[in-house]
């Protein structure tokens, strides 16, 4: 049984298809990861999920708690993190979460003990009496994250943990997701625009203007690409994406750090690979590297968005 289930959420602002017709469920033990460009309708959906907003259309349930309904039942359930920090930066990190556990009715005898797990847990435990306002991007979304598992939730949302925090610290807060979800079987739903994120989780689903266009394991996904990624490297690099971009078979030519991603049709790989080899240096171009590559997330969703345009 799904820890949360939703279906047909819709929720509009004026013309705005914020969420549009929106179906999905996470249950315990999983992480879902929700990916798309700013303005996609990730912050929107996760709002109504936890019943801060109050969805036009469809129905969502926690823990077998109908939203509308039930919605102080549901929260119990229920850890949010938003995507920007919401603790009250004059209160420590201790009292920021006293708060938050009174908030939820727990009393000392319970909260105190769970607290310093937690902070241990997060690596926050010699911070105590530190104050909110003080603490790095990245220490103060772990203690959002602690203020978010004091009552012991089933279900957390996560909305674009990690923005703004350094590799090493996204990596951490992921460690924690992780341990999280394989030792208390916790269900997660996270948006995220980080594609290695997204490759962390069970499941993934592409919104765009407000729906789903796709939702499978990351594995899955990327099989969709199977054989229709090539690697070009060499120089110069304009050249190269002009020239793939002219060739009949190649649908897109996309840079990726020092090198390009061509994503040809169906089957062409090998005779693209035999013209471009014959092209490039004929007009002047180098190459390095051309090979047929696995396909990342990445390449899949830009793709996807292509279809939308």
């Known amino acids: 049984m799904p820890l949360i289930l939703a279906s047909h959420l819709s929720k509009s602002f004026g013309k705005l298809h914020a969420v549009d017709d929106i179906s999905m469920s996470v249950i315990a033990g999983e992480i879902y990861g929700m990916v ?98 003080q603490l790095s991007g990245g220490m103060r979304q772990k203690l959002g994250l602690a203020a978010a598992l004091v009552h012991r939730p089933r279900l957390l949302l996560l909305d674009e943990p990690t923005t703004g925090v350094d590799p090493v610290t996204r990596q951490d807060f992921w460690q924690l997701i992780i341990k999280l979800v394989s030792e208390d079987q916790v269900a997660v739903l996270v948006s995220t625009p980080y594609m290695d994120e997204a490759a962390r989780c069970h499941r993934v689903g592409f919104i765009h203007h407000g729906k789903i266009l796709v939702e499978d394991t990351p594995k899955a996904l990327r099989s969709r690409l199977d054989g229709r990624i090539l690697e070009l490297q060499g120089g110069p690099l304009p050249l190269l994406r002009r020239l793939a971009k002219a060739d009949p078979d190649i649908e897109d030519a996309q840079m990726f750090g020092d090198r390009l991603h061509l994503r040809v049709r169906q089957g062409a790989s090998e005779a693209t690979i035999s013209r471009l080899t014959e092209i490039i240096p004929s007009n002047n171009g180098t190459i390095t590297r051309l090979r047929v590559i696995p396909p990342s997330l990445e390449d899949l969703f830009i793709a996807l968005l292509e279809v939308q345009r």
């Open 36 to 133: 798309g460009p700013d303005g996609a309708g990730k912050t929107t959906f996760i709002r109504l999920l936890c019943g801060a907003m109050r969805a036009d259309q469809g129905q969502i349930v926690v823990a077998d708690y109908d939203i509308r309904q039930q919605v102080e039942q549901a929260r119990v359930h229920i850890g949010y993190l938003p995507q920007r920090f919401s603790l009250y930066e004059d209160l420590t990190v201790i009292e920021n979460i006293r708060f938050f556990a009174e908030v939820r009715g727990l009393s000392a005898a319970e909260w105190f003990p769970r607290c310093m797990d937690i902070l241990n847990f997060v690596g926050l435990a010699e911070f105590t009496k530190r104050r909110a306002g």
